[in-house]
């Protein structure tokens, strides 16, 4: 059996596609660097993370966006006439007084590892926008359309476009075609497909909450009209019919549903593998049952689907509420290694699973000139949205820890480095080495950022002598985290107070969402930013 999630953590917004035997799973990123992980498999029950889309920190620029812009639900797909793979994505620049300023590109490639093409600009008449490659050799881009004015229904209708590949550019006008399957409201996520003369329309309705869902539309012509699947939606966390146009708020906690495991299940999109199964890869979430928080933010699962005899698209086994134990596929199986739990910085290369906030990790680090330790430069503090040197994985469960080795030597309060769990740059907890004048020596202590209110526990503050190397660790207990260290990685002291994991969330973020949390290294030099801070190894623990 496959178990639900099958991409575990800040993985949402997926879009799959095939090439032969080969599957792939492209998610959204946001603000976090390398921009668009994509996920590799033959068999849909072993992923492996293979690659990134987006590689240059200067196209595009995230430096200086809040939390939770960046690159939203990029559209991959593989065409077989051009033998080339194709991403959409969309960088969205602002959403103030809801403008939703966004800007729409595409990238192509002949191999899913790239190197990818220039990027070339689409539109910013919306978001999610995602790219059709119809069977007559035409290509159109799909996307929603934001309403901004007063009185109109938000978050507005789905539109359609034709692409033309030669001049790079959008060819004619852009269309409206749809506005839903339901009465859910919020639509968003479009994506289109052809199958025995019918054009089919995917979207997701409902908002990215807890009454998200995917919707289906169909007609015999590309710019519609498209009739509604009559038993939409096909999946979804919440079966319950309700009339939500008028509300477009998109979280809706009050359609939580205890009899589920998966919440939030929508955004959809479907491959056919080689043997002729379908599939849907969607977007779900695991919150706290107390006050429903999302610590590791919206996550990727999979769902076998079928073909009715009158061509709509059903879940496999009825009904249409998401499912956690799905069985597997027919193709063979084809193992891949686990996501090494434990990197000791023995390559000259950085292992894919480490992102920073905003800016190139390559640009902070050196794994050269000290052999089996990762060099981070300091920059700017953990709040900045800039050039924060920020190393961390994404965490996949809420029972997990946390340890690294860590040589540092602080001269001024200024210089700071430790370990830290991160949501956002406005939601953190952070064990950090410093230097204290008050004391006049080197210290261990504890900061926390709640929603940018800062609080440094000065009862944690602790003398630590700077000629030896320190390890830090945190042990996450589902809603209980906390910091401990050790000179010698056997007797670990605590430090610091427990704090409710269930604060680094989507839900109680007030400045960012649609993530999920990190755990990783920090080094912090306010004064030249030149100060670094070494790192023998880092593990992350699943529990």
Known sequence: MIKNPILPGFNPDPCICRKGDDLYIAVSSFEWFPGIPIYHSRDMKNWELLTHVLNNDNEPVLRGLPSAKGIWAPCLSYCEEDDLFYVVYGVMNSMNARYFDIDNFLVTAKDIRG?????????????????????????????????????????????????????????????????????????????????DGYYYIMCAEGGTGYYHCVTVGRSENVYGPYEPDPENPILTSQPAVMNERADWDHLKPRYFNPDSVLQKSGHGSIVTLSNGET??????????KENLRCTLGRETALQRMYWTRDGWLRLEGGGNLAKEMVAESGLPEYPLPPDPERDDFDSADLPLHFYAPRNDPRGFTDLK????????RGQES?????????????????????????DFHPVTYQHTAGLIVYYDNMNFRYLYKTFSEREGTCVLSVLGLE?????????????????????LKIDIDGRKSHFSWSYDGEKFADIGPVFDTSLLSDEYSEYGEFTGTFVGMACGDRRMHTKCADFDFFELRTL
């Open 382 to 406: 953990g709040t900045s949205l800039n050039r924060a040197s920020i190393l961390a994985r994404k965490l996949k469960e809420v029972n997990a820890s946390a340890l690294t080795k860590m």
């Open 451 to 471: 929603n940018g209110e800062k609080t440094e526990y000065s009862d944690a503050k602790t003398k630590v002598d700077d000629e030896r190397e320190l390890f």
């Open 279 to 288: 599939w849907m890869a969607h977007l779900t979430a695991r919150p706290f």
């Open 115 to 195: 190197p990818w093409s220039e990027p070339v600009y689409i539109h910013s008449t919306g978001f999610d926008a995602s790219l059709f490659h119809d069977d007559d050799g035409r290509k159109y881009i799909v996307a929603l359309e934001w309403e901004t004015r007063r009185d109109y229904e938000k978050p507005g209708p789905i539109c359609i476009a034709e692409y033309d590949p030669a001049k790079k550019r959008i060819a004619g006008e852009i269309k409206r075609i749809w506005r839903g399957g339901t009465d859910r409201g919020c639509i968003e996520a479009p994506h289109m497909y052809k199958r």
């Open 369 to 376: 000139v000290r052999p089996g330790y990762i060099r981070i």
